[in-house]
């Protein structure tokens, strides 16, 4: 129930009768609302990252190019994640293509990149895949197609829950590696929703 600005309250005890005794004018200009139902509004968490050397051979753990939260991962074959402190699940994921140059022509002809969401529990080493639960998301790029492609996507659907306590990781994976990787970059948002 959507709760109109500047819409005042008084508290009223759970056991008090509020069958409306006042005039037909006063009663129309007054609603009832109940703690905490009609206040738990859905709040959502997003965080942006950067996806380096996109398309090289410095593959992440988990196989591909894992998206850098914040800084940097150094040395190569480390893993960029969110850590989250609340219980979430994923709502959407980002993606957009962000070098200078088209990604025809970094990539050559007939490369397919695929994008998964990966969770862990906190406490391991994040470096081991095993530790790694994947959900494959529908988007897939063929780099024939768009010169500098981008999408969108709500992920709600995957029901991808990640418990306060984990990680989750965004990695493309592509069908070869490109042409020219040296210094291209693409950049990634996640958006979580509180649960």
């Known amino acids: 129930m959507a709760i109109p600005n500047g819409t005042r309250f008084i508290g009223i005890s759970q056991e008090v009768d509020l069958t409306e005794r006042k005039s037909n ?4 200009l007054t609603e ?12 959502y968490l997003s965080y942006a990252g950067t996806m ?16 850098d939260f914040g800084t940097i991962k150094s040395p190569l074959g480390q893993i960029g994640f969110v850590i989250v402190n609340q219980d979430c699940k994923v709502a ?15 990539a050559g002809s ?12 906190v406490g391991g080493n994040m470096c081991n895949p095993a530790l790694w639960t ?3 998301i ?11 492609p981008g999408f969108v996507e709500d992920v709600s659907a ?18 070869a590696i490109f042409q020219n990787a040296t210094t291209l970059e693409a950049n990634v948002s996640i958006t979580l929703e509180s649960v």
Do not use: M
């Open 138 to 148: 529908t988007t897939t790029i063929d780099t024939d197609t768009a010169p500098y």
């Open 52 to 67: 380096l050397n996109f398309g090289s051979n410095q593959l992440s753990p988990l196989g591909g190019y894992t998206a």
């Open 25 to 28: 004018y006063l009663n129309n």
């Open 158 to 175: 995957l029901n991808i829950n990640v418990p306060a306590g984990s990680v989750v990781a965004v990695t493309a994976l592509s069908s």
């Open 92 to 106: 959407s994921l980002g993606w957009q293509w962000c070098a200078n140059i088209q990604i025809s022509t970094a």
């Open 134 to 136: 994947d959900y494959y």
């Open 32 to 43: 009832a609302y109940t703690f905490p139902d009609d206040f738990n509004a859905s709040s």
């Open 110 to 121: 007939n490369k397919t990149l695929i994008f998964k969401i990966s969770t862990a529990t």
